[in-house]
């Protein structure tokens, strides 16, 4: 179990990091000019923040399923795409249950989906920043 929270704790920190650092530059693509070009830049670098933290954790599910931590129940044999899927629906809180962790994974799924939740309020915060802009476009 310390294992997966330390894991879990690793993936946190990097995802807030790298998400906080995208929402900056994103920001300042916003900031000087909020034309709708610029809003859909800024957008399309927030998207590719939240593919990017997904994709951080299916390594992070991945890692924890080779060293012991746990599976996944309801699939054979998990690969790439699979681990990424199921990283996807967990960032996002969507929660479909198709595949789901066992053991210790699913100390790390909980954390995914609150640090997807974190992300997602922290990206709202800045659609909302550029919607009160106005659109000069």
């Not at 681990?83 to 790390?108: C, E, K, M, W």
């Given at each position: ?67 012991g931590l746990g ?40 954390i995914e989906a ?24």
């Amino acid at each position: 179990m310390l294992i997966a929270l330390l894991l879990s704790t690793v993936l946190f920190a990097g995802a807030i990091g790298s998400h906080l650092t995208f929402l900056r530059t994103a920001h300042r693509m916003v900031g000087g000019d909020p034309s709708l070009l610029n809003k859909l830049g800024a957008s399309l670098i927030v998207f590719l923040s939240h593919l990017l933290i997904a994709g951080w954790f299916a390594i992070g599910f991945w890692v924890g399923a080779k060293w012991g931590l746990g599976g996944f129940d309801n699939i054979g044999g998990m690969g790439w795409m699979d681990y990424y899927d199921f990283s996807l629906v967990n960032v996002t809180t969507l929660g479909l249950g198709a595949i789901y962790p066992t053991q210790h994974l699913r100390v790390i799924a909980g954390i995914e989906a609150l640090t997807g939740f974190l992300l997602i309020s922290c990206s709202a915060q800045l659609f909302w920043s550029m919607m009160k802009k106005g659109d000069n476009s």
